[in-house]
């Protein structure tokens, strides 16, 4: 196992287990018939991974998914358990690290698109509407103001980016001849009602879920959710006692991250930049933040 100065997990290894494959932040490993996902603490930004990491960010999207699969039973997922002590017997000896990081879960082939719902006009669609009008090439009605509700949700799929790639925008059109018809359909909708329950109950929890990124998989020729989901990672969440149209809201995410660096004079291509102590503190607090509001616990 591999740490940074803040005793970040950067990098997992197993003896007697097969290199895995990495990805932007989880190692995933091939254990025959099923994958074992490692949430490391990793963090990328503008698709490009940084140099140091966020202690206990890998046990914080770890946990979350665990929370809204549970909450969505409803919403088949790739899960088998999270239960360590349930493990292949080669893992055992890893437990330590493992428990509260990592889950076992069933190997789906990927759809080949990232799946975002937006319920409100920020970031890059709030960018995209002030120069187009429009938000990845869906027309917008004329005065919205920056972080506003949108008047419906806006299914926007993208295409996944590689290591050191950008993902693109792409149209339903596009996600359809990408990944066939049925298949965008069912994820549309599926995006889209995953997003509104989730949505729902994080009002009750004082959170504005202001937009997110969906994976799913096709297993036995039907669509499950893979990966994390409803994340720092892949969401933005916004404390509601602080939410103000008109600029972009204080939030519980990686949004932190990105402003830090959009003040650099850094092209967003590899090598990326180090962060701070302090950026990292204050992002592994929102983080931990985030978790004790949706789940009502502490890590």
Known sequence: MKYDRNKALLQTE??????????????????????????????????????????????????????WFDLMKWMPNHLITADVSKYPDKLRKY?????????????????????????????????????????????????????????????????????GTHDENISIEKARETVGAEFADKAKALSLKVYSTAADYAKTKGIILADTKFEFGVLNDDLILIDEVLTPDSSRFWPAEQYKIGGSPPSLDKQFVRDYLESLNWDKTPPAPELPDNIVMKTRDKYLDAYRKITGKSL
């Open 95 to 163: 437990s330590k690290d493992l428990d509260g990081r990592s889950m076992l879960v069933k190997k789906a082939k990927p759809l080949a698109i990232e799946c975002i719902v937006r319920g409100y006009i920020t970031g890059s669609g709030w960018k995209d509407y002030q120069k187009t009008g429009a938000v990845c090439g869906i027309p917008l009605r004329k005065g919205y103001r920056q972080a506003e509700k949108l008047d419906e949700d806006l299914f926007t799929p993208s295409t996944k980016a590689e290591l």
């Open 14 to 67: 197993m003896e007697g287990v097969p290199q895995p494959r990495r990805g932007k932040v989880r190692d995933i490993y091939d254990m025959g018939d099923s994958l074992l996902f490692v949430a490391s603490d990793r963090i990328s930004a503008f698709d490009v991974v940084m140099p140091n990491g966020i202690p206990g960010k890998g046990r914080v999207l770890t946990g979350l998914s665990l929370f």
